[in-house]
């Protein structure tokens, strides 16, 4: 009886602790999406547009081939965008040649 006492402690524990990360977690989240958010708005008022990150132009040359699974999994690794990001940033980009 006293082993099913403990479990039921270690699973009582276990979710008070999922519950708890689970909130901390969501309000990280919100508090990263108005800092983004904020962040955009003054660079806006500067005029400051936000460079593009190195190595897009593989990416382009990868997508304009027509390898796009390619092309997001580059995408992925120069910027650490997640797999959803990385696909709608691939499928949005302007495939027309870059002339420096």
């Known amino acids: 009886m ?20 689970t909130l901390r977690m969501r309000a990280l989240q919100a508090r990263a999406d108005r800092l ?5 708005l003054v660079l806006d008022h500067l005029g400051i547009e936000e460079p593009e990150p190195a190595g ?3 990416v382009r ?14 995408y992925r690794e ?10 709608q940033a691939v499928e949005s980009l302007d495939l027309a040649p870059r002339s420096r």
């Open 56 to 58: 897009l132009e593989a």
């Open 2 to 21: 006293n082993a099913l006492y403990v479990v039921a402690a270690v699973v009582v524990a276990a979710g008070w602790t999922v519950s708890t990360l």
């Open 78 to 87: 120069i910027t650490g965008a997640g797999l959803a990001e990385a696909k």
């Open 36 to 40: 983004e958010r904020r962040l955009g």
């Open 61 to 74: 040359a990868l997508a304009r081939q027509g390898r796009t699974v390619a092309a997001i999994k580059s």
